[in-house]
């Protein structure tokens, strides 16, 4: 069965200081990774794609990284506007079409 | 401003109601989902529509009816729904790539 599993739940960061969530998955057929960034009653905003092992992306302070079992979202000197859910999903395939998985998030708390 | 626009923003219902949830994108994107996402929980996929036909049904129950009328809209009906159908209801469109763009969501409430 596929399964995407995020660590750690929640997360209290200071200002400025640096951090990393995890996303581990055992999937059949991955077909890419991806994080999201939800707010307190909003829809997950699209934040990275990853396809490959050894790939990386950045976003201002963000970095995504991928392995063949995990992937890592490295946050640099956080802000309090970082707060957020941040959701990992994997793409697999279902029946001739893409699906994406959802992990259950971290919840992540940035204090000035 | 996110350019998935969903309608309404807050609903509430009795079980033996029925009304309708919409969803609009103008990007151009041919697959339409919806997922249903409850408290703390991360968002569970409902239904796929691909070139406005039914791709992916996660063996929702028939109390949720979706509908494409064309590649632009996306509704869903809610009939007899149960209270422990109370959630926030995402649309998405995408690509089929797998980056998707939501909407901020529909939050229902069943009495």
């Known amino acids: 069965e596929d399964q995407v599993t995020q660590s750690p739940e929640a997360l209290r960061l200071q200002e400025g200081e640096s951090s990393s969530l995890n996303c581990s998955y055992t999937?059949?057929?991955?077909?890419?990774l991806f994080w999201y960034r939800q707010d307190p009653g909003k829809g997950p905003e699209f934040l990275f794609t990853l396809y490959s092992a050894g790939e990386e992306k950045e976003k201002e302070r963000l970095k995504a990284t991928l392995t063949k079992k995990e992937s890592f979202l490295h946050i640099t000197a956080p802000k309090p506007e970082d707060s957020a859910t941040y959701l990992c999903a994997v793409q697999v395939p279902s029946g001739g079409y893409n699906k994406l998985i959802f992990g259950a998030g971290t919840r992540l708390a940035v204090h000035p | 401003d996110t350019e998935v626009t969903q309608t309404p923003k807050h609903l509430v219902m009795g079980m033996t109601n029925k009304k309708s949830l919409k969803c609009e994108q103008h990007m151009g994107h041919r697959a339409m989902y919806w997922y249903k996402q409850k408290a703390k929980k991360p968002p569970e996929l409902m239904f796929v529509y691909s070139y406005e036909k039914l791709s992916i049904n996660e063996s929702v129950p028939s109390r949720f009816s979706p509908e494409c009328p064309n590649s632009s809209l996306l509704n869903l009906h809610l009939h007899a729904l149960q209270p422990e159908d109370s959630a926030l209801y995402l649309c998405?469109?995408?690509?089929?790539?797998?980056?998707?763009?939501f909407g901020e969501g529909s939050r229902l409430t069943v009495l």
């Open positions: 998405a469109s995408g690509k089929n790539t797998g980056e998707l763009f």
């Open positions: 999937v059949s057929g991955l077909r890419g």
